[in-house]
């Protein structure tokens, strides 16, 4: 099946259940030791959501990370998988910046890479030279080898967001589009030769479209 195929399948799946939101609450990743994946998770800096325990055979720990939508799960009787199986993706505004908040944090992460995010001997020191979306990473595991890549996104691709909706999950997110649509601006103006006193609206339209992964504005 082509590309255009499975977008054209899943434009008329999102048209049958647009009034259905299916929203991604927990992710399960396999521990060996509780305590210890609970001390490293909680050292990253990540909500407490739950400790629950029945008995000796069941126990589910949840962490939430920053401005995440989506929780973590882990321990005792909760997934068949093999402790440090998981690959799993957390996106950020700035992986330079994410990695020194972690680096403060005493964790131990990669370097900032490009390149092939899943095999190491692809992967490029350095962010991306271009500094596109979904291309510069940072990678870390917890103690059992579960891996946690970062990914910077920016600018959505098109269809990856609704472009009716435009949230920022944390201030860090908002201030950071609000950076980045400074220095876009200064260029408009650059550009134009005059100052723009309705920068307001040229600062929203700009988030709204690049997050949205839409034209922006010149």
């Known amino acids: 099946m082509s590309t255009t195929e499975a977008n054209s399948e899943g434009a008329v799946g999102d048209a049958v259940d647009a009034t259905v939101d299916f929203k991604l609450e927990v992710t399960v990743i396999p521990v060996s030791d509780v305590d210890r994946a609970k001390d490293f998770y909680g050292d990253l800096g990540w909500r407490l959501d739950a400790d629950i325990a029945v008995g000796d055979a069941?126990?589910?720990?949840?962490?939430?990370p920053p401005g995440s939508g989506c929780s973590v799960s882990f321990g005792r009787g909760v997934t068949s998988a093999m402790p440090g199986s998981a690959t799993q993706e957390l996106i950020v505004?700035?992986?330079?910046?994410?990695?020194?908040?972690?680096?403060r944090r005493g964790?131990?992460?990669?370097e900032v890479f490009h390149g092939s995010p899943?095999?190491?001997?692809?992967?490029?020191?350095?962010?991306?030279?271009?500094?596109?979306?979904?291309?510069?990473?940072?990678?870390?595991?917890?103690?059992?080898?579960?891996?946690?890549l970062l990914q910077e996104i920016t600018t959505r691709l098109p269809g990856r967001i609704d472009p009716a909706e435009t949230a920022f999950a944390s201030?860090?997110?908002l201030a950071s589009a609000m950076r980045r649509a400074s220095v876009a601006h200064g260029?408009?103006?650059?550009?134009?030769?005059?100052?723009?006193?309705?920068?307001p609206v040229w600062y929203a339209t700009y988030m709204v479209a690049e997050q949205a992964g839409t034209e922006l504005p010149e």
């Open 171 to 173: 201030a860090a997110d």
């Open 187 to 199: 260029e408009h103006e650059q550009r134009t030769g005059a100052a723009d006193p309705n920068w």
């Open 118 to 148: 899943f095999n190491p001997a692809g992967r490029i020191s350095g962010p991306d030279p271009e500094r596109r979306s979904y291309m510069s990473y940072a990678a870390l595991a917890d103690p059992d080898g579960n891996t946690w």
């Open 107 to 110: 964790v131990d992460i990669s």
């Open 93 to 103: 505004s700035d992986i330079e910046t994410a990695r020194e908040a972690l680096v």
């Open 58 to 64: 069941f126990r589910v720990v949840q962490y939430t």
